[in-house]
């Protein structure tokens, strides 16, 4: 059962344009939503968060959108850097029942910038 | 300064055997996590160690399947009669934890994971 579904294994995107990586949920439970990059035979290292309270954050070329009611969330890379190429995951959190929580990840999207 | 190291970089194993994998956390992060990524899936979560509290181990898939954090710092993950779908790449993780701050809040550091590979 994927809760966080990601269903672009990959995607290809001309350097200098927009690239639009997208990210759903079906756990309502998630209230904080996070996106991470990862390089070959690197860990993903941590872009870019929002809260549920939100429906956009900016961090420089990176803005991530979050519907809600269709629990979809969206990652924006303005413009597409030739470094940008590497393996993105969308992740959430939510408490649980038991108080605790846990970063639930999808199955993650190569992005490819062509020169 | 240095981030979160794993060792081995690479493991093959024959069915049946035990592996340990092991992970050094950033100094001063009270946290860690454990978690791994089978092909074609997402990043799993395994086990996770914060402070002296006992471990949340919700994540891990059977009994064969054990962590533990020695001193607060190395942790050892280890997977005993190794089966062919334990073959995945497993990363550790590290934090700061912030007493009444949600868990999730914390920047994850990883590191770069191993790769298991059973025969």
């Known amino acids: 059962d994927q809760q966080v579904k990601q269903n672009s294994p990959s995607l290809s995107v001309q350097e200098g344009r927009i690239s639009i990586l997208n990210c759903d949920y079906t756990n309502s439970m998630f209230d904080y939503f996070l996106w991470y990059k990862k390089y070959p035979a690197e860990g993903p290292t941590f872009l870019i968060s929002i809260s549920s309270i939100k429906d956009k954050n900016e961090d420089g070329r990176f803005t991530v959108f979050l519907n809600k009611s269709a629990k979809h969330l969206s990652l924006h890379i303005v413009p597409s850097q030739p470094g940008d190429s590497a393996v993105y995951f969308c992740?959430?959190?939510?408490?649980?029942?038991?108080?605790?929580?846990?970063?639930?990840f999808g199955t993650g999207t190569r992005l490819t910038i062509i020169p | 300064g240095a981030g979160v190291s794993q060792s081995p970089s690479n493991k093959v194993t024959e069915k049946g055997k035990d592996v340990e994998l092991r992970c050094d956390p950033i100094?001063?992060?009270?946290?860690l996590y454990w978690y791994r990524q089978s092909l074609g899936q997402g990043l799993e979560f395994l086990i996770y160690f914060q402070g002296n509290s006992a471990p949340d181990k919700s994540g891990l898939p059977s009994d064969r399947f054990s962590a533990e954090r020695t001193g607060g710092s190395v942790s050892t993950l280890t997977i005993q009669r190794t089966q062919q779908e334990d073959s995945a790449v497993y990363l550790c993780?590290?934090?700061?934890?912030?007493?009444?701050?949600?868990?999730?809040?914390?920047?994850?550091?990883f590191g770069p994971g191993t790769r298991l590979t059973v025969l």
């Open positions: 992740a959430a959190s939510g408490l649980s029942n038991f108080g605790n929580e846990k970063l639930t």
């Open positions: 100094s001063g992060h009270t946290a």
């Open positions: 993780a590290s934090s700061l934890f912030l007493a009444g701050a949600r868990l999730s809040y914390n920047e994850q550091f």
